[in-house]
T-cell receptor, first 110, second 114 residues
């Protein structure tokens, strides 16, 4: 499985934008980039995914580099509820098992 | 929609015992995956069930086994428990048809082995 590299932790002020980076230099042409997050005492929660183009949904935006070797998850206005561990995962579609790393622990300061 | 539910929420067992964890998938989902999450680590894939068959398996010993029922619910069984089996066990459901890209996770069962 292609590996991803994320910072261990990041900090943000409430209501500020947050950019969470992910490096995946060995990504293959068929790998999708997924982001999940895990709030304290909960199971992981799907955030967003993409293949080549930037993606937006109600939770976040995903910016994918042109060479696909890196991506950035963007939370437009962080809230206290966004404090979680964010995982960047590469996977083929159709129920491929998710391979989680340690993720980035995001702290949001009021 | 109830989402993915798991039972029990917490469990304490002793070494050598056996345990059964249960999962009900999100309504309409037919595929169930199980993950183990040790403290401070990301979840690790155990196995996946579809049409009552184990379809994929991660790097876990035979002590870990599972079952999927006709209503798509699933069980995870662990025999001969070790202290190292203490972890949060997560169930995720998804849809095999269509794009099926999103896995929905339950809240997990926290197992403590003494």
């Amino acid at each position: 499985d292609a590996k991803t590299t994320q910072p261990n932790s990041m900090e943000s002020n409430e209501e500020e934008p947050v950019h969470l980076p992910c490096n995946h230099s060995t990504i293959s042409g068929t790998d999708y980039i997924h982001w999940y997050r895990q709030l304290p005492s909960q199971g992981p929660e799907y955030v967003i995914h993409g293949l080549t183009s930037n993606v937006n949904n109600r939770m976040a935006s995903l910016a994918i580099a042109e060479d696909r070797k890196s991506s950035t998850l963007i939370l437009h206005r962080a809230t206290l509820r966004d404090a979680a561990v964010y995982y960047c995962i590469l996977t083929l579609m159709r129920n491929t098992p998710l391979v989680f790393g340690k993720g980035t622990r995001l702290s949001v300061i009021a | 929609d109830a989402g993915v539910t798991q039972s029990p929420t917490h469990l304490i067992k002793t070494r050598g015992q056996q345990v059964t964890l249960r999962c009900s998938p999100k309504s309409g989902h037919d595929t169930v995956s199980w993950y183990q999450q040790a403290l401070g680590q990301g979840p690790q894939f155990i196995f996946q069930y579809y049409e009552e068959e184990e379809r994929q398996r991660g790097n876990f010993p035979d002590r870990f086994s599972g079952h999927q029922f006709p209503n798509y619910s699933s069980e995870l069984n662990v025999n001969a428990l070790l202290l190292g089996d203490s972890a949060l066990y997560l169930c995720a459901s998804s849809l095999s048809r269509g794009r099926g890209e999103t896995q929905y996770f339950g809240p997990g069962t926290r197992l403590l082995v003494l």
